[in-house]
Structure formats: C-alpha cells, structure tokens
C-alpha cells in the first residue's frame, strides 16, 4: 500500500468523501471570505462616512495577509504538520470574523480582516498539501478537479446569500456566517488524521524551515511557470474588487440584481474543471496552456470594446475569461506540484501566495480612479494575459525542465 492510499486510510472519522469534502470547504474560504459581503461595499462606504477606496482596503488587506499566511504557513507544516497548523489558523480565522462581525469602525474592520486573511493562508496552503499527502498522478487532477468543482459553489451562492443577508439582517450578518462556517472547518480539523509522515518532516529550525521556501523558488522550473499562471489572478481579482461597483454604480442595477450576475458568472466555476479532466486532461499541455491564454487574451478584448454597453454585454465578455481560468486551475496546479518534489507544503504556499500577491495587485490597480471603469478591467485582462501569453511562449523555447511539458 502506498503512502497515499495510507493516508487515505487512516481517516476513521472523515474517509474518503469526508476527506474530499473536507479539503472542498478549505478551498471555499476565500471566495466566501469576499463574496458574501461584495453586494454591501458601495454601502459600508455611507454605513462608515468612508471612500470607496478605505472600504476596498478590506479586500486588499485581507488579500495581501492572506499571501503572507501562506508563505509562514505551509513551511510550518512542512516542519510541524499539517494538524497543528490548519488547527492553529482555522482558530484564528474564528476569532478574527467575530473581530470584523462587530467592528465600529472601517479601521477595526481592516484590522480584523488583516488577521482572518492571516489565519486563511493557513487552511488554503494545508488544503493543497493534503491533496498531494493523499492522491497522485491523474488521481489527483481528477480530485483537483472535484475539488475546484464543489468549491465553485461558493462563488456562485455567496454573493446571493450575502445580498440576502445584507437585506434582512445587515452586512455584519455575513461575517457571523463566516463564524459558522470557519467553525465547522475546525471541528473537522480535529478528527482530522495528519497525512504528513514521520520521516517527511522538515527538522531543521523555524527559520530554516522559512528558508525552504526560497530553497523552492530557486527551482527555475517550478517558480516561472507559477509566475505565468499566477498572472491570470491580476485581472481576476480586479474584477472580485470592482464588480459590484460596476454593476451597482456603473451601469444601474440593485444589489440583488448585482448578485445574479456574479453568480451567474461563478457558475461557470462548477463546470470547468470537469469540462478539463473529461475532454483536455489527455491533450498536449503546451498547446493547452497556450489557446487558454490566447482565449484570455480575446475575453479581454470583448470586455473593452462592448463590455461598457449594458450588464448582458459586460458579462457575456468576461464570462469566457472566468471560464478558461476554471479549466486552467486543475491543470495548473498538479503540473506546478510536479515540478517540486519534497517541501511540499513549501510549494504549496508559494502556488498560493504569488496568486495572491499578483491579485492582490490586481485588485489595487482596479480600485484606481480610472475614467471608465469596465475599459480600465478590459485592458488588465487584455495585458496580464499577453504577459502570460508572451512568458509561456518563452519558456516552451528555452532550456528551462518543465516535466511533464517538455
């Protein structure tokens, strides 16, 4: 029996579904921890006598600790486990969402969710961690791809809940449902059996466990192509940080309104990935990767040129860039996993937070005061998607290992 099929094993309490399920709600926590309070932005900003820009400071500094939870904590797993630390973090995140459900003021608000996006980086960088523990090979994009899958649910229902929410019982109701939410991960966590073994262990020092991280990133095969798929997340989240702006304020529609389209949108989320295991998984990955970012690159396009016209029109530019992100993210991921053998949560937290760090600059460039908004996101997604375009292109050509590519 392999190691996998081990740790597999060993999980009396959640077993295989469990587990699925289990490392599913991990990977909802981001989405959820933005979507079901987006319908309330332009709100909150009068609700705290704020700017726009001090209340999208909740998103982006959220974001931005979220990348920087990543990179502590995946290494400390590497050394600790994963057990202690999703234990550690989920708790975190517990009390930080009370923090941010009955904040005063815009600035307590921020600070709460610095923590929550803390103690976040933690439950994603273990999520991933885990899938590599427990599955291998094609095993594991076709998980990857459940996984993504069920966890797409979160962006679609999110948005409608929080406006649901947001309209019976305020926007602090969607900060108690995180509460709910986070809770239920941490009972889970604690019958959770470690997949970490013994002898996989980093034994070195805190610090040096930290330094495996640039250990990892010196891997020229692992980080580029990071890098280039990471890129997709600059547009991605500048669209996270703008929509209901653009959909309230821009063109005129009511939050509920808001909330159909940005779920409409997610739904595409829940196909994806399945859509990629059942007809692309087999094909040639250089000519994947390549039509899906020439695809982002057309999405981008369509969003700058008839995007501003009505909301319909708007969505019907940007749904085919969300939808080839989803088909990207199983094959992504698992190539990326392959590129790094051992110090696996080290990757796990570097896949995670450069996503974020590039989305988080995503989400800053969008917030600016541009003099439209929806051309602003069309060039984003037309020139983070050449740039990813142009980067793969480049690394296809030169002699860096790519396995499992070249």
């Excluded at 590039?358 to 984003?380: D, K, Q």
Aim: include cysteine.
């Amino acid at each position: 029996m392999n190691t996998q099929s081990i740790n597999i094993a060993k999980q009396k309490v959640l077993g295989y579904k469990g587990m699925v399920f289990f490392i599913a709600l991990m990977n909802m926590f981001i989405p959820l921890s933005t979507d079901l309070y987006l319908p309330a932005l332009p709100s909150m900003s009068e609700y705290f006598q704020v700017s726009a820009t001090v209340t999208n400071l909740s998103l982006v500094s959220f974001f931005f600790c979220y990348a920087v939870g990543t990179l502590f904590w995946g290494p400390m797993s590497d050394k600790y486990g994963r057990k202690p630390v999703l234990v550690a973090g989920t708790a975190i995140y517990v009390v930080a969402s009370v923090g941010c459900a009955v904040a005063p003021t815009a600035y307590i608000l921020i600070a709460a969710r610095v923590f929550e996006g803390f103690g976040a980086g933690a439950i994603t960088a273990v999520s991933m961690a885990i899938i590599k523990d427990c599955f291998a090979g094609k095993q594991r994009e076709t998980i990857l791809a459940i996984v993504q899958s069920m966890s797409g649910l979160a962006p679609m229902l999110a948005p409608v809940i929080g406006a649901i929410i947001i309209e019976y019982v305020g926007w602090r109701g969607s900060f108690w449902l995180l509460v709910i939410i986070g809770s239920i991960c941490l009972g889970m966590a604690a019958v959770y059996q470690e997949t970490l073994q013994e002898d996989e262990k980093y034994t070195g020092s805190i610090l040096g466990s930290l330094g495996r991280l640039v250990t990892v990133s010196k891997n020229i095969g692992f980080i580029l192509p990071c890098i280039i798929f990471s890129m997709y997340s600059i547009a991605f989240m500048g669209y996270i940080a703008i929509s209901s702006y653009i959909y309230i304020d821009y063109f005129g529609l009511s939050s509920q309104m808001y909330s159909y389209f940005f779920a409409a949108n997610a739904c595409l989320s829940l196909v994806g990935p399945m859509t990629y295991v059942k007809f692309f998984a087999g094909s040639n990955k250089k000519t994947f990767a390549m039509l899906c970012l020439s695809g982002c690159v057309l999405a981008g396009l369509l969003v700058f040129t008839v995007g501003r016209v009505s909301p319909i029109f708007f969505w019907l530019g940007f749904a085919p860039f969300s939808f080839i992100g989803t088909l990207l993210r199983p094959f992504s991921t698992s190539l990326l996993l392959d590129q790094q053998k051992g110090d696996t949560g080290s990757a796990s937290s570097l896949i995670n937070g450069v996503n974020t760090i590039f989305g988080s600059i995503g989400m800053t460039v969008a917030s600016m005061a541009w003099s439209n908004i929806v051309g602003g996101l069309g060039m984003m997604i037309i020139f983070s998607s050449l740039l990813g375009l142009v980067a793969w292109l480049l690394l296809l050509r030169s002699d860096i290992p790519c396995y499992g590519v070249k």
